[in-house]
C-alpha cells in the first residue's frame, strides 16, 4: 500500500510558476514509475507527465518545454515544476504512483486566472 500526498497548489496569474510536490510513503518509492495527471473543469483526467526508476520522462504535448518533472529518491516526493503557465492549465493535478499495483493521490488544485 503506498499513500500519496499532493501539495503546492494555488492561485497564480498566466505567465506565472508553481511547483507542486508528491511525498508517498513507503520503501519501495525507488522503484516505482511516478506520474503526474490533471482533470480540467468538464473534462476527463489525463497525463500530464511520468518519470521511471530510471529517469526517463514522457510529457503530454500541451506541456513540453514548460513543466518538468523530478524525483528525490531519498525524500520520497516527486516534484512538477510550472512554467508559462496559461488559463487552461487550470486543473486539479493528480499524483500516481505504479509499484506493485496502481496508486492515486488526493489532488491539488491549480487555478491560473488574472
Known amino acids: 500500500q503506498v499513500h500519496l500526498v499532493e501539495s503546492g497548489g494555488d492561485l497564480v496569474q498566466p505567465g506565472g510558476s508553481l511547483r507542486l510536490s508528491c511525498a508517498a510513503s513507503g520503501s519501495a518509492f525507488r522503484f516505482a514509475l511516478m506520474g503526474w495527471y490533471r482533470q480540467c473543469p468538464g473534462k476527463e483526467r489525463e497525463l500530464v507527465a511520468t518519470i521511471t526508476s530510471i529517469i526517463q520522462t514522457n510529457y503530454a504535448d500541451s506541456v513540453k518545454g514548460r513543466f518538468t518533472i523530478s524525483r528525490d529518491n531519498a525524500k520520497n516526493t516527486v516534484y512538477l515544476k510550472m512554467n508559462s503557465l496559461k488559463p487552461e492549465d487550470t486543473a486539479v493535478y493528480y499524483c500516481?504512483?505504479?509499484?506493485?499495483?496502481?496508486?492515486w493521490g488526493q489532488g491539488t488544485h491549480v487555478t491560473v486566472s488574472s
Open positions: 500516481y504512483c505504479y509499484v506493485l499495483g496502481g496508486y
